[in-house]
């Protein structure tokens, strides 16, 4: 049974720095396409960053140069490292795989930060940013 268990979330001031985890278990397979996404009060839930089994990454536009996403293959563990936090970042933050271990860089950044692309979800981590 697959599993994605986020940890990391936090309270941070407006400039400051979290770190995500989410660590997968259960895969029959040690290669999948991962991605963090947030949902904010009252919106829907968008794609953040993804990287695939290449360690090719996408990004929103929104926080190019801010979040960088990596993972740590032999942990199996992801992670979204994000820096010079805003109010706006303020979301639940939920990791995802996709089984089918797309390569990202056949896709551009939208198309890689949809929904539909991931088949597992995790439960989520609250992150709150005050100003």
């Known amino acids: 049974q697959v599993q994605l268990v986020e940890s990391g979330g936090g309270s941070v001031q407006t400039g400051g720095s979290l770190r995500l985890s989410c660590v997968a278990s259960g895969f029959s397979s040690s290669d999948y396409s991962m991605g963090w996404f947030r949902q904010a009060p009252g919106k829907k839930r968008e794609g953040v960053a993804c990287?695939?089994?290449?360690?090719?990454?996408r990004y929103t536009d929104s926080v190019k140069g801010r979040f960088t996403i990596s993972q740590d293959s032999a942990k199996k563990t992801l992670y979204l490292q994000m820096n010079s936090l805003k109010p706006e970042d303020t979301a639940i933050y939920y990791c995802a795989a996709d089984s089918r271990a797309r390569r990202w860089k056949h896709y551009n950044d939208y198309t890689a930060l949809q929904e539909y692309i991931y088949d597992y979800w995790g439960q989520g981590t609250q992150v709150t940013v005050s100003s």
């Open positions: 990287i695939d089994g290449e360690n090719f990454t």
